[in-house]
Each structure stands twice: as structure tokens, then as C-alpha cells.
């Protein structure tokens, strides 16, 4: 779009059901879809519409196993199921969530931040809602189109919870990697010696016995 047709009023993002939710509670929602005609990134209010929750990348990249592509990053999220609204930085190094308003209010996991209603700076850089990839800030996943779309709590701690416990494979991975639950608990297996050896030792003594008897 050229500067004369953003500025006659006519953005291609009217159209866009993301960008529309997107803008839906801002103060100026004109003034936003402006600045995604003019390429620029815009800020938009956190708190009305939706709150988020910034996670580092390698926070997410640490749940991967292989290599480490944005379609295999994609794919950890979708997976504890956030199927919208994550954000990757222009540097990629932060993914920021955007999720329900509210959400802010009680997180609390480490390593994370988050940001609602309550912050004093309380404004996310939102890219074109049709941008998906770089160079610049792009969206990993679409933008939502709807509240129901934007993730929960409980999906964005599990998709946080320790590597060890939740792990994505993508690719190929050796097979000293791959965690093999033990068949039987240690000490089951030390209580089932134990009683081999009583029986055998009760067995060599009663032989023995046996032999005295008879000389």
C-alpha cells in the first residue's frame, strides 16, 4: 500500500479477523492499523483485550530434542495446545504468549514475566497480523481471532514445566537419549535376591547337616 492510500484511511488490515480483534478495544484503532500499512510496529494496550506472558526462547527451545527450526518451535506449543497468538521477537529471543485477561494477575512461574492490566507498562509491539515470518518481529502463531483462541495458564505451565518431565522430539535423536522406564523398582529387585540366597544357603546347610548324620 502506498503512503497516499494508508493515509486516505483504506488498510488492508480492516479486512484482517485477527487485526480487527486485535484493535477491537484500543483507544485508537485507526492510528494502529496506520503504522501496520506504513510497516512500521505498533503498540498496543495489554490488559483489554488480552494479557501476555513473555518466555525466553530457549526456555521453549530447551523442550525440543533435534534440531531446533522454527516449524519444530511451532510445534511445542501446539502441542500442550496453543494453536494462536505467540509472538517472536526481532531478535528471537523471546516468544510473548498472549493470553486471557486476567492471566497476569496470579502468574507466578519463574523465568517468565507477565503483564496485565495492573503493570504500569502495559504495552506489547504487535507485527502486521498477517507477518509470519522474519526478518523483524513476526507472528509464530497467527494472530487469534477470538477470545476462546488465546492460551490459558495451564497451558502456557506446561509448556514452562522442567525439560526432564516434557520433552519434544522432532527429527532424530540416539537412542542413549531416550529415557527407558526401569522394568522393576531397585529394591524389588534386592528384596527378590535376598531370598534367593536364604533359600540357597538354607538348602547347602541342611546338605551339610545331612552329611554329619550319616558319618
Do not use: C
Not at 18 to 42: F, Y
Not at 88 to 110: C, E, F, I, M, Y
Amino acid at each position: 500500500m502506498s503512503r497516499s492510500q494508508a493515509m486516505s484511511g483504506r488498510y488492508s488490515t480492516l479486512d484482517h479477523p485477527g487485526a480487527r480483534w486485535l484493535v477491537s478495544r484500543a483507544v485508537r484503532p485507526r492510528e494502529i492499523h496506520e503504522a501496520w500499512a506504513m510497516g512500521r510496529t505498533p503498540s498496543i494496550e495489554v490488559g483489554r483485550r488480552f494479557d501476555v506472558i513473555h518466555l525466553s526462547a530457549k526456555a521453549v527451545e530447551d523442550r525440543i530434542l533435534g534440531t531446533r527450526t522454527d516449524e519444530a518451535i511451532e510445534g511445542a506449543f501446539r502441542a500442550v495446545g496453543i494453536g494462536q497468538g505467540v509472538i517472536v521477537s526481532r531478535q528471537r529471543d523471546v516468544h510473548s504468549v498472549l493470553v486471557r485477561a486476567g492471566t497476569a494477575r496470579t502468574w507466578d512461574a519463574p523465568g517468565t514475566s507477565a503483564v496485565g492490566v495492573d503493570d504500569h507498562l502495559r504495552y506489547l509491539r504487535v507485527p502486521h497480523p498477517g507477518r509470519r515470518e522474519g526478518p523483524g518481529a513476526f507472528w509464530l502463531l497467527p494472530a487469534p481471532e477470538r477470545d476462546e483462541a488465546l492460551a490459558t495458564a495451564g497451558q502456557v505451565h506446561t509448556l514452562t514445566a522442567p525439560p526432564e518431565r516434557s520433552r519434544i522430539t522432532w527429527g532424530f535423536t540416539s537412542p542413549s537419549s531416550r529415557h527407558v522406564a526401569p522394568t522393576e523398582a531397585p529394591h524389588a529387585t534386592t528384596t527378590s535376591l535376598e531370598r534367593v540366597q536364604k533359600q540357597v544357603y538354607s538348602h547347602s546347610r541342611q546338605q551339610l547337616l545331612n552329611t554329619f548324620k550319616k558319618e
